[in-house]
C-alpha cells in the first residue's frame, strides 16, 4: 500500500512568490491534515480535511495561505505571497475513518519550503 | 502557548542502554498520546501509542509510560540500539474532539552511541 506522497520535496523561492504544495494521502483516508514545522519548533497544525470539507482550519495562519481537497482525493496548499516566516517543513498526514479503532495519523515526508 | 513540552532536546545514550524520552502536557482534556520518530528529511513514523485508560503499553524494546495526575508520559527503548537514532516527537490529542489534531512537542534528538 502506498503511504502519504507529497510534491515537491522542497522548493525553493523569493519572498513575494507564490508556492503550491501537494499531498496525495492514503487511498481510502477520509481524513487529511496539514502541518508544519519550522526550525526547531514543534510540529504545528494547520489544517485538517474531511474528504472534500475543511473540518478545522484553526491553525491556518492567514488569509495568504489557502488550502484545497477538491474531490476528496488529493489536497492542495497554496502561499500566496509568501513570506520569509513561511519557511519551513510542511507535513500532510491522513488516517482513516474516525469508526474504525485507530488515532494513527500517516505522514508524508515533507515539502522543504525555502523563503529568500 | 505549547501545549506539549519535550523539555530535553538533545540525548546521547550507549548502545544497550535505556533511553528515556519526557514529554509534559498542559491540557487535561488530552486522552491518547503518541511517540513518532523522524529521521532526517522523512515524514515522521508512529512509534507507539497510549490511551488515557492505560498507564502503560509496551511494544517490544518501546514502552510508553502515562502519568495522568502529573500530565506527563515517558518512551523508555530498551535495549537502545544504534538505529534508534532520530528525533523522537510526542504528541497528544483529545480523541473526543472530532478536529483531532495532533499537537506536538518540539522533537528530542536521540543518539545512540556503538
Known amino acids: 500500500e502506498a503511504g502519504v506522497t507529497q510534491f515537491p520535496s522542497h522548493s525553493v523561492i523569493e519572498k513575494g512568490q507564490t508556492v503550491t504544495l501537494r499531498c496525495d494521502p492514503i487511498s481510502g483516508h477520509d481524513n487529511l491534515y496539514w502541518y508544519r514545522r519550522v526550525m526547531g519548533k514543534e510540529i504545528k497544525f494547520l489544517l485538517h480535511f474531511v474528504k472534500e470539507s475543511k473540518q478545522d482550519e484553526s491553525g491556518m495562519p492567514n488569509n495568504r495561505f489557502l488550502a484545497e481537497r477538491t474531490g476528496g482525493t488529493y489536497s492542495t496548499l497554496k502561499v500566496q505571497p509568501a513570506e520569509l516566516e513561511d519557511s519551513g517543513v510542511y507535513f500532510c498526514?491522513?488516517?482513516?475513518?474516525?469508526?474504525?479503532?485507530?488515532?494513527?495519523?500517516?505522514f508524508g515526508p515533507g515539502t522543504r519550503l525555502t523563503v529568500l | 502557548d505549547q501545549q506539549v513540552k519535550q523539555n530535553s532536546p538533545s540525548l546521547s545514550v550507549q548502545e544497550g542502554r535505556i533511553s528515556i524520552l519526557n514529554c509534559d502536557y498542559t491540557n487535561s482534556m488530552f486522552d491518547y498520546f503518541l511517540w513518532y520518530k523522524k529521521y532526517p528529511a522523512e515524514g515522521p513514523t508512529f512509534l507507539i501509542s497510549i490511551s488515557s485508560i492505560k498507564d502503560k503499553n509496551e511494544d517490544g524494546r518501546f514502552t510508553v509510560f502515562l502519568n495522568k495526575s502529573a500530565k506527563h508520559l515517558s518512551l523508555h527503548i530498551v535495549p537502545s540500539q544504534p538505529g534508534d537514532s532520530a528525533v523522537y516527537f510526542c504528541a497528544a490529542s483529545d480523541w473526543l474532539d472530532t478536529g483531532n489534531q495532533f499537537y506536538f512537542g518540539t522533537g528530542t534528538s536521540l543518539t545512540v552511541i556503538p
Open positions: 498526514a491522513s488516517s482513516p475513518n474516525r469508526d474504525e479503532k485507530t488515532n494513527e495519523q500517516f
